[in-house]
């Protein structure tokens, strides 16, 4: 059952994502790119990253959208067909694709235990994480205490990107006043 | 067979990462190139997430008595990746609307060509 689950969301990406390339009106892109994080939360579920799933569909598919949204509103929501051809966008991605596709044959099999990234490092949080943090969440207990440091990070990280917007638009709002001004 | 069959996730991620990568370098609309950019970086995810799963496993929640627990730390990698993802959409969308306010479009193609116009007028006035 999973397993078909698993298989019916991915090939729902798949055309979502088909669709998506294939619109020419952005709000309907958007929203698409809303339903593809929604579906990709919902697979996220099924192997067992339930934190995962919960922040994607609310940071995928709630704040990224609404920001988009936003921002459509301001610019525009129309795609001109292009005149350029895309014989070597297309061509450079078919060729990236079949190196992937190489590289991807060497992973080892989906879900199997024995996988080598289930031998190292892991078993030992597993094991002694009852003991030394008390929190049942493995996932909770590894991001906000054995790895603190990355999670701070990723703060530095969000707090870079919050000034950044905010320099970009705050200028906008002051700019705006000054046009205003002389036809006053 | 098996091997394909086995391999299923692997290459649905690669069919999303090359359709992301596409309409990055192939779309001109700048909103959309972010749309392209955030489903690239969601196929990295459920790439990730596919690595971490173990066929009868459960969620890395520690329960009372045996149990196969998936791989938290791919989780965790993650979950710190959504986080900058939307970091990069943000930051992507407040340069997207303050192009629009220097040039009055978001498309590439018509940037192109005002600047191209901008450098042959200033090529005349010399």
Excluded: C
Excluded at chain 1, 159 to 175: E, P, S
Excluded at chain 2, 32 to 41: E, P
């Amino acid at each position: 059952m999973t397993e078909f689950v698993d298989v019916a969301l991915l090939a729902l990406l798949a055309v979502t994502g088909l669709a998506l390339l294939k619109l020419r009106n952005l709000f309907a892109v958007v929203i698409l790119s809303g339903i593809y994080s929604l579906l990709s939360a919902g697979l996220f579920v099924t192997m067992d990253a339930p934190d995962v799933a919960f922040t994607e569909s609310a940071v995928g598919l709630g704040v990224s959208t609404v920001l988009m949204l936003g921002a459509l509103a301001l610019v525009g929501h129309e795609e001109k067909k292009p005149t350029r051809p895309r014989v070597l966008p297309l061509a450079v991605v078919i060729l990236t694709g079949a190196i992937l596709l190489y590289g991807m044959a060497d992973v080892p099999p989906f879900g199997d235990p024995n996988n080598p990234i289930h031998q190292h490092v892991t078993p030992r949080y597993l094991e002694e994480m009852p003991e030394e943090i008390e929190v049942p969440n493995v996932v909770s207990a590894v991001l906000a205490s054995y790895r603190s440091y990355d999670t701070m990070g990723e703060t530095t990280v969000i707090f870079a990107a919050g000034v950044g917007v905010l320099l970009l638009l705050a200028g906008r709002r002051r700019r705006g006043q000054d046009e205003e001004e002389p036809g006053e | 067979m098996e091997f394909l069959v086995g391999h299923y996730n692997y290459w649905v991620v690669v069919f999303l990462m090359m359709l992301g990568f596409y309409v990055v370098i192939s779309r001109t609309h700048m909103v959309k190139v972010l749309v392209g950019l955030s489903v690239f970086q969601t196929s990295v995810f459920i790439f990730y997430i596919s690595l971490g799963k173990i066929r009868g496993g459960t969620a890395p929640i520690l329960i009372d008595g045996p149990a196969v627990y998936s791989n938290p730390l791919t989780s965790v990698l993650i979950l710190t990746a959504i986080v900058v993802s939307i970091a990069t959409t943000a930051l992507g969308l407040a340069l997207v609307v303050r192009i629009n306010e220097a040039y009055g479009t978001v498309d590439e193609e018509e940037i192109d060509a005002i600047e191209r116009a901008d450098e042959a007028a200033v090529l005349e006035a010399r």
